[in-house]
């Protein structure tokens, strides 16, 4: 009856039935937006065994938005426990990757059916600005699991021609299994598109999986549980665990029946990610950490789109973006131009309510990281760096700081090394004539997550492309990331690729069959 009926509904049968939790309702955004409160174990929602629990905070004003469960470790076993039978003994270990597929796309086409809702939660927990939560946030989490449902059923091998032990034959061939059971750790800044990115790739290749989301923004992924037992995911398959980093993403980094550990988050924490799966049972891991991406912006460049390009290079979600240009390097002669326009451009940005259609430039994540953003300013004016633009903390409530312009930054200042995460620009300058120069500095960096080139003469870029120590180069364009494309670090920007055809091998095992006949 149970297969039949998770059947039935991920081809598009009966969705009607609602699931069963305890729900937080909240009129917000012109809606009514409701989502679970408690951790999702096995389909259910249900407290922590410990019954302990958080607030989670709106960080337009401040605001406890609801009470949140906070797992134990006893959680971690139970979740895990579940997670492993379902991927032994359940229907998911069972269903032909066709119909694994099905539940991927009906959970899709679910979240497009939620996407305001969605967008809204998003929104209120972690700052994001309404119109570009819907359109990034929630439209490539979206866009995510419609790609990885396509790949289920093209997961294969190959066969290869050995040496024969003659008289008889052999043949080789290759098998791509599931891992099994896999924990998830994500970041804030994109919270659900953080899950999204992973979980699909991770679910197309075949595995069952338990994730905890940032703790400062749970609410989306607890929404998306949801809609994981609405479209008729059996149970076990997928589990969220709300809480902390130190106790549950630990507990699962060190965790004896996880088999691989999906991470992004600080270069720090990802360190101790790759010790504990090292220490525990040397399970396999993949790390998106931080970065310090390098922007480069030749005098030869169209200039209007160079300056609107940087700008979302470094603004865009709040500079709260992983691959944000965290240093841009501007060729002398056109430097004090770029500048003027910059600070024109920026001055059009519209900070305020993220739910207001009208607003660019919403409130940062959360408190500590404000109060860090605020400290990085100090820094880089203390020592001599020169702020032509914001920086100042908005005189309402909330954390709104606004978008900054640093000038005059050296290449040992700690602005020209240190990642900031939030809407800050840090500018410097170069010489135009010498290309090697300005690759030399932009590689000399400990990071390797992204970069960018804004030139007009194709042949200089195709070969700057060629030495960039970055996982992705843009050239003429920033933050066009698509989930076609593979997306990941070089250095200690981390290792693993999300998205595109790469990132499914992060999510499987491949075994060697030899047959001798
Ligand atoms: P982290 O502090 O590293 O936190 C990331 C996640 O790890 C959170 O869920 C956190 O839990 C958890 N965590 C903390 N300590 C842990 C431990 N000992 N074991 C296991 N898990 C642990 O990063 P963040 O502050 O959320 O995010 C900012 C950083 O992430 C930036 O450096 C940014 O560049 C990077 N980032 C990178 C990318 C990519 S794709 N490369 C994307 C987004 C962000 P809590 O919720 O309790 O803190």
């Known amino acids: 009856e149970f297969v039949r009926n998770c059947i039935l509904k991920s081809r598009g049968g009966d969705t009607s039935d609602e699931v069963k939790y305890d729900p937080v309702n909240l009129r917000v955004n012109n809606m009514d937006v409701c989502f679970p409160h408690q951790l999702f174990i096995n389909n259910e929602f249900v407290d922590s065994v410990s019954g302990r629990a958080y607030a989670t905070i709106n960080p337009s004003d401040e605001s406890v938005i609801c009470s949140i469960a906070k797992a134990s470790k006893e959680d971690v076993d139970v979740a895990v426990h579940c997670a492993g039978e379902a991927f032994s003994h359940g229907e998911w270990g069972k269903m032909s990757a066709r119909d694994r597929a099905r539940l991927m796309y009906k959970l899709a086409d679910l979240m497009e059916e939620h996407k305001e809702e969605l967008a809204t939660i998003e929104s209120i927990d972690s700052g994001a600005v309404y119109t570009l939560a819907l359109k990034t946030h929630i439209g490539m989490s979206i866009d995510a699991f419609r790609y ?11 066969t290869i021609p050995i040496s024969h032990a003659r008289p008889n034959r052999n043949l080789s ?28 790739a991770c679910l197309a290749a075949g595995n069952t999986v338990v994730l905890k989301p940032a703790q400062v923004t749970p609410l989306t992924a607890l929404k998306f549980a949801e809609l994981v037992v609405k479209a008729g ?7 969220i665990l709300t809480g902390s980093g130190a106790e549950i993403g630990a507990a699962l980094t060190g965790h004896p029946d ?34 310090k991406s390098p922007l480069i912006i030749f005098a030869d460049c169209d200039l209007d789109r160079a300056v609107k390009q940087a700008s979302g290079a470094v603004f865009f979600n709040k500079g709260e973006n992983c ?3 965290g240093r841009i390097f501007v060729a002398d002669s056109i430097h004090d131009e770029f500048v003027n326009r910059m600070i024109a451009e920026v001055g059009k940005m519209k900070i305020g309510d ?20 605020l400290e990085y300013l100090e820094i880089g004016e203390k020592e001599g760096a020169t702020l032509v633009y914001g920086g100042k903390r908005l005189d309402r409530k909330g954390l709104f700081l606004e978008p900054a312009i640093f000038t005059d930054v050296t290449d040992s200042m700690y602005v020209a090394q240190e990642e900031s995460f939030g809407p800050i620009m840090v500018i410097s300058k170069f010489d135009d004539m ?33 030495r960039l120590e970055a996982g992705t180069v843009f050239v003429n364009t920033y933050n066009k990331t698509d989930v076609a494309v593979p997306f990941g670090g070089f250095k200690q920007s981390g290792f693993g690729k999300d998205l595109g055809e790469e990132a499914l091998h992060e999510w499987l095992k491949i075994k060697a069959v030899t047959v001798e006949y």
């Open 434 to 466: 010498d290309v090697a120069d300005v690759i030399h500095r932009a590689n000399r960096t400990e990071f390797g997550l992204a970069s960018g080139i804004f030139t007009k003469d194709i042949n200089k870029a195709m070969h700057i492309a060629d």
């Open 148 to 158: 990885f449902a396509g790949w289920c059923d093209k997961i294969q091998g190959q």
């Open 173 to 200: 061939y290759t098998v791509k299994e599931p891992i099994g059971v896999c924990g998830i750790v994500t970041p804030w800044n994109y919270p659900l598109m953080m899950l999204a990115w992973k979980m699909s």
């Open 258 to 291: 996880i088999r691989k550990l999906g991470f992004t988050g600080s270069t720090e924490v990802g360190q101790e990610i790759m010790r504990c799966c090292a220490m525990s049972n040397l399970k396999k891991c993949s790390l998106e950490l931080g970065g």
């Open 354 to 373: 993220p739910l207001d259609r009208a607003t660019a430039h919403g409130p940062q994540n959360h408190k500590a990281h404000f109060d860090k953003l």
């Open 323 to 325: 691959i944000a240009a």
């Open 233 to 239: 995911f059996p149970p076990g398959v997928i589990n």
